[in-house]
């Protein structure tokens, strides 16, 4: 597979470890030459450079806690000082069940409530706003925005998640109506049971769960690559699960 935006920079969100640190190493892989990864633990993200440049791609990394509006600032100056990105996976997105434990709706504190929000949408819109108005110039991008499938099942306990990750199909519909002329694409890429040690403690209180296959963190990253690579402007806007 010819990745196509291989000679230029290429923003992964959240990608010190997990599906975001998958999502690097898969595109460098297949030939991604420049990549500027962000993560809020900065020796993670040092060690997670380190080993990507050990593989031949040029790493930047911004340290990144994407439930801040200042971090959110700081890593927009990042991208004007190193490069706006030509094609961006945003896989920023917290699920305070693995931090708070399950909460039905009636529970929910209020500030908790606004936190999740930022981070997981006000704050992805912002980045992802600024990055169309790059790709708009060049007239060419590609997104590709980490969903969930555990809004469709309404999984118990994490109603923040779920309206979250609902938010996205509106928010990739939205890019593909408006900037798709310009030829941008964008994709929603939407794992179910990600068999990782983050989702351990929730497979563990839902035994459905357990019960299903399940996907690893690689499989998700080479979904990932299959998105950025469509150039048929009558494939933009896939929801793909996987």
Known sequence: MSFPFAAQPVLITGASS?????????LVQAGARHLLITGRDADKLVTA???????????????????????VERL???????GWPAAFIANVGVNPVHEHGPKKLHSIDVDLLDQVIATNITHTVLLLSRILKAM?????????????QAWQHGITGQALYNLCKSSLT?????????????????????????????????RQHHPALEQQQGVTEAEV??????????????????????
């Open 170 to 202: 509106g928010l990739k519909n939205s890019v593909v109506s408006e900037y798709g002329g310009s030829g941008i694409f964008c994709h929603l890429l939407s794992p179910g049971v990600v068999l990782n040690e983050r989702t351990r403690r929730l």
């Open 221 to 242: 990253a080479s979904a990932a690559l299959q998105l950025l690579c469509i150039q048929d402007a009558a494939r933009n806007g896939q929801d793909i699960a996987v």
């Open 136 to 148: 708009r110039v060049q007239r060419s991008g590609s997104i590709v925005l980490m969903g969930s």
């Open 18 to 26: 997990g599906i975001g640190f998958a999502c690097a190493q898969t």
């Open 76 to 82: 927009l100056a990042f991208l004007d000082a190193n």
């Open 49 to 71: 450079q380190a080993q990507l440049q050990q593989q031949g791609a040029r790493v930047d990394v911004c340290v990144c806690d994407q439930s801040l509006r200042d971090d």
